[in-house]
């Protein structure tokens, strides 16, 4: 059954995402073993003291478009305790609510950049009037999204509210299904947090706090300490800070109604409208949106605002979100400084705030955003000020009561943190209170701590492993020369393409080309850069979440805090600037409680690259990734035909934007064009223009003739129909052909026709513990097997020269001896 396309089955596979043809086989244009890593050699322009070593950001440009560039740094300096594994993943679930969340949002624009959310924690006709409400604010400001257009409820709290929120747990109020019974999550009760977190937590189903909520919340939440955390990726960083913000804001809540019930004063309070209580700043805008639905899947049932203010959207509306006083602001530093500095009122009167939280604190000293960053700082009341201080804040804030003037916590979270002994030490001394005080040697991100405001008892918790990276993390590289790192990219996909995964390209030049080949060759890959519109990126996001084998390619703007779940696989397409993006890109997939792998590849010139990220990561061996070079072939042959095409279509596509840049100027002017050129010419181009598109279709068939069949190994026989890389369903599908096949020729005494022999998708991580292989990645190590390769040649060497020596002695002897005779 050679022809296989006449199939129905292979007629369904072609409408498939991958498809697949059998075809000529060029050869592989094969990496020069100099270039292998297997013999790789230490490159001596790696300096000794290795520039790589040292952490260190660019001072300009933008923050986003920043992670585009092509230079990298390498270094991390790293000492750890293990973490423990004790995390249950529900997060499947979260992380589709969100989606479908931000689906919605996404339909309206005015949603999107909203990001704000009412958590009703009211009875049935406290419901009904914030229905009417509701109405009523949403006539004023037109097109605002359910979600952001909450209104201010009434709830009534009183004596015995606790029992009040206990009832609320039983549930009588919320027809939320819960995917936890409170017994379930018995492992948080030693956390002590208010009951309606608990039931968030629950609906969830989240079973037991992660080690770095289990270390942070008491000391955040109970102790009122400030907190620096570093934990791997994935590991439920955003909840370790969350949890304490809402359970601080609901105690506060229950004492202030309890203290209006002793003064018999009226408790009809609405907590849903007040002062900003906490500020929460993260290096992107995908994530600030990200953090805030994670804020809001959290604080469920409680009455509590959040808000997300970031860049790429409309300021008009993040103001009018604004104007309703959400107690929680979540955003990137380039947009809240701009709405600071226009003196907008909820972000300046920030005497109350109670939270500050820096999320990827490391990523925010790299770049640009820095000065925004520092404003922003510098606007923070001073959180250990002196009595006077205090007290021209209580004049200066005279609706609020004194609970909410209590010190302001700040919160410090990333992945890849490291915090010298020096500031450790200084951290026991006591830091000075001056925000003035200029770094004293300190490294960037204890600077910014300490102008953060940050107190001398303040509670580092470092989990990170010695290993820096997520535990379920597989690594890998795959080695191979510049050109042919399309080819090796479209061999994962389509020999392994199961499950989501992550390009990450630093340069956007790299992106667009590797997207337009991938198209061609009808994979369909989504793309993320910081030259996108911010509804472009956020659609880009939502399709990839909602694709179950979705391709994203990405530059570094999705290397950090983002949570799609079912990410696979992480492909290194282009080394990153630092070992830090290194592992926070490689920590998109293996997160909570899944596992996952990287594959970074790696062609000769990233080779010194390579190794000093090793070496930072102090690692000695990694796996290569396995790779059939029997498929290689057809590989190189699909893409050789996609390049053309792609080569052939961008020409065009240049030659239109040019004509239409010079008739669209043209038309400004009042200039009537005329064609330029001789009559010759013009004939000419047409011509040309002809040609292209006929070999243009010429292409597009002959590549659709072999994306028509399956991707076959050369040595594959025509004799089966299903080779590697056969989904499930195509292979059920053709197994029953194969039977029916079988019967009808048993019935009319023929010999059965063909045997289906396949084997399903296997996915990367599966094909890299299967059979990938450890390869020594350390440049140490590689300068000793170097030296020993090299005294052996020597040796070698010698013992020839002295064997030859001995036999022209012999000879000589000989001769000699002849002559005597
Ligand atoms: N206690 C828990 N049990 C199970 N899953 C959890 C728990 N806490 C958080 N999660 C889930 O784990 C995933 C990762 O959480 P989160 O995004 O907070 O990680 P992170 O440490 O901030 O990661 P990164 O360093 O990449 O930003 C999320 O989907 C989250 O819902």
């Not at 478009?65 to 973490?83: A, F, N, Q």
């Amino acid at each position: 059954m050679a022809e296989a396309t006449a199939h129905p089955p292979l007629e369904i596979a072609n409408r498939k995402r991958r498809k697949y043809k059998k075809g000529k086989t060029p050869k592989r244009g094969e990496a020069p073993e100099s270039d292998r890593l297997d013999s790789l050699q230490w490159n001596e322009s790696l300096p000794a003291d290795n520039p790589f070593l040292v952490l260190a950001g660019s001072s300009e440009g933008g923050f986003l478009s920043l992670e585009e560039i092509d230079e990298s740094e390498y270094g991390l300096i790293g000492e750890t305790p293990g973490l423990e594994d004790g995390k249950k993943n529900k997060k499947k679930k979260l992380g589709s609510d969100m989606s479908k969340k931000r689906k919605r949002e996404n339909e309206d624009e005015v949603s999107v950049d909203d990001g704000s959310c009412l958590i009703d924690a009211n009875e049935g006709e406290t419901v009904a009037k914030r229905k009417t409400k509701k109405k009523k604010r949403t006539k004023k400001s037109k097109g605002v999204s359910d979600e952001s257009g909450h209104l201010k409820g009434e709830p009534v709290l009183e004596e015995g509210d606790k029992v009040k929120l206990h009832d609320n747990l039983a549930g009588d109020k919320f027809d939320e299904k819960l995917i936890l019974d409170e017994d379930d999550v018995y492992a948080w009760k030693e956390l002590r947090l208010h009951p309606l977190l608990i039931k968030s937590i629950c609906r969830l189903g989240f079973k037991e706090p992660t080690p770095i909520q289990k270390a942070c919340i008491p000391a955040a939440a109970h102790q009122g300490k400030d907190v620096i955390g570093a934990a791997e990726t994935g590991s439920g960083k955003t909840l370790a800070f969350a949890l304490p913000i809402l359970q601080r804001l609901l105690e506060e809540r229950e004492k202030e109604s309890r203290s209006l019930h002793e003064e018999n004063k009226s408790t009809e309070k609405s907590f849903l409208e007040g002062p900003l209580r906490a500020l929460i700043i993260t290096p992107t805008r995908e994530l600030a949106l990200q953090v805030s639905d994670h804020l809001k899947e959290a604080a469920k049932f409680l009455e509590i605002q959040v808000v997300s203010i970031v860049g790429g959207m409309s300021t008009e509306k993040q103001e009018r979100l604004l104007k309703r006083k959400p107690e929680i602001v979540v955003g990137t530093p380039g947009r809240l400084w701009e709405l600071m500095s226009a003196g907008e009122e909820h972000l300046v009167e920030l005497q109350s705030l109670s939270f500050f939280v820096l999320d990827e604190a490391d990523r925010m000293i790299e770049s640009g955003h820095f000065h925004e960053l520092q404003s922003i700082i510098d606007m923070l009341p001073m959180t250990n000020g002196s009595s006077q201080q205090s007290v021209k804040a209580s004049a200066m804030c005279k609706t609020l009561p004194n609970l909410q003037l209590k010190k302001r916590q700040t919160f410090v979270f990333s992945a890849t943190i490291s915090l010298s002994d020096n500031f450790r030490r200084k951290l026991k001394r006591g830091l000075s209170s001056s925000k003035s005080s200029t770094s004293d040697g300190l490294s960037s991100i204890e600077t910014l701590s300490e102008k953060a405001g940050i107190r001398p008892d303040v509670a580092i918790v470092d989990l990170t492993n010695a290993a820096i990276m997520a535990h379920k993390l597989e690594e890998s590289f795959l080695e191979c020369r510049e050109e042919d790192k399309e080819a090796y990219l479209y061999y994962i996909l389509s020999v392994h393409g199961q499950g989501r995964t992550i390009i990450f390209c630093t340069s956007i030049a790299a992106l667009r080309r590797i997207s337009s080949i991938l198209r061609i060759l009808c994979i369909n890959a989504w793309t993320l850069h910081a030259q996108m519109q911010q509804r472009a990126r956020l659609k880009a996001m939502d399709r990839f979440r909602g694709s179950e084998h979705g391709v994203l390619i990405a530059t570094d703007v999705a290397a950090r805090g983002l949570d799609i779940p079912g990410i696979r696989t992480v492909v290194h397409y282009q080394l990153p600037h630092s070992a830090e993006v290194y592992i926070h890109r490689s920590g998109r997939t293996a997160r909570a409680s899944a596992d996952g792998c990287c594959i970074a590849l790696i062609s000769p010139s990233d080779k010194t690259k390579f190794f000093a990220l090793c070496k930072s990561l102090s690692k000695e061996s990694l796996r290569q990734f396995p790779v059939d070079d029997a498929y290689m072939p057809e590989i190189l042959k699909r893409l050789s035909i996609a390049r053309q095409i792609d080569k052939i279509s961008l020409s065009n596509s240049q030659e239109n934007v040019k004509k239409s840049w010079f008739s669209r100027n043209a038309e400004l002017l009042g200039i009537e064009v005329e064609e330029s050129g001789s009559e010759e010419d013009i004939v000419k181009g047409y011509k040309q223009k002809k040609m292209s598109s006929v070999q243009l279709k010429k292409l597009q068939q002959e590549l659709n003739d072999h994306l028509k069949r399956p991707l076959q190994p050369k040595t594959f026989s025509h004799r089966y129909l299903a080779g590697a890389g056969v989904s499930p369903l195509i292979q059920q599908q053709l197994e029953e052909l194969s039977k029916k096949n079988t019967a009808d020729a048993k019935n009319s005494n023929r010999r059965a026709g063909f045997v289906v022999i396949g084997q399903d998708f296997v996915e990367p991580l599966q094909a890299l513990r299967s059979s990938g292989h450890e390869v020594c990645v350390s440049v140490e190590k590689n300068r000793e097997t170097q030296k020993l390769a090299e005294t052996w040649k020597r040796t070698k060497r010698d013992e020839k020269k002295r064997a030859r020596e001995k036999k022209r002695n012999e000879r000589k002897n000989r001769k000699a001896k002849d002559g005597i005779r």
